[in-house]
């Protein structure tokens, strides 16, 4: 009985390697297809894109021109000079489920920049923590700037992808706001 269950176990782990291979690699594909050069696939979108259900699992792709959040037939796209942020914020800082957080989230986003996000939505009062990374994208919108709230999924979505992504966004966003070697406020 035991031989059973571990043959199960073995063969239901090297099901999910197979599974997790082959998801990256048509990821990788269709994001070629796409003209775009990086991105992060399987996060999880907590705020800030409307239409959208929170929870659900999103593929983030970017090229020199546009970010591009994707979520089955849903499609949203961002151009660079509508970025002014992203950040990535791994698991000491918090979500809290109550008193609506992410509208303090927002608040605090337009306020202090992404990682004011994060901190404005941490600030209330709830009973239950959300631990884990986020990336957190601010963008103008209609004279605004909005912030985008994504959640790296623990096992699924790598963390070194994640921040290799979120530096070469950023380092992005700085050079279009550069100008003979001086970041334009």
């Known amino acids: 009985m035991e031989i059973i269950l571990l043959l199960i176990a073995i063969t239901g782990l090297i099901f999910s390697i197979v599974y997790r291979r082959n998801s990256k690699k048509n990821f990788k594909q269709k994001m070629q297809e796409q003209g775009f050069d990086i991105g992060i696939r399987d996060i999880v979108y907590r705020y800030g894109l409307p239409n959208m259900v929170e929870h659900s699992v999103a593929n983030v792709y970017a090229n020199d021109e546009r970010l591009v959040i ?14 002014t942020a992203i950040e990535f914020v791994n698991k000491v800082d918090q979500l809290e489920k109550n008193k609506s957080p992410l509208a303090r989230g927002i608040a605090g986003g337009l306020v202090l920049g992404p990682l004011g996000a ?9 009973a239950k923590k959300e631990k884990g990374g986020f990336v957190v994208i601010n963008y103008k919108s209609e004279g605004e700037i909005k912030p985008i709230i994504l959640q790296v999924r623990n096992g699924v979505t790598s963390l070194s992808e994640t921040t290799k992504f979120v530096k070469e966004i950023r380092s992005k966003i700085i050079k279009l706001n550069t100008e003979d070697g001086v970041i334009k406020l």
């Open 70 to 83: 994707e979520h089955k037939d849903l499609k949203y796209q961002i151009d660079f000079p509508q970025l």
């Open 118 to 126: 994060i901190a404005g939505a941490a600030s209330g009062v709830g």
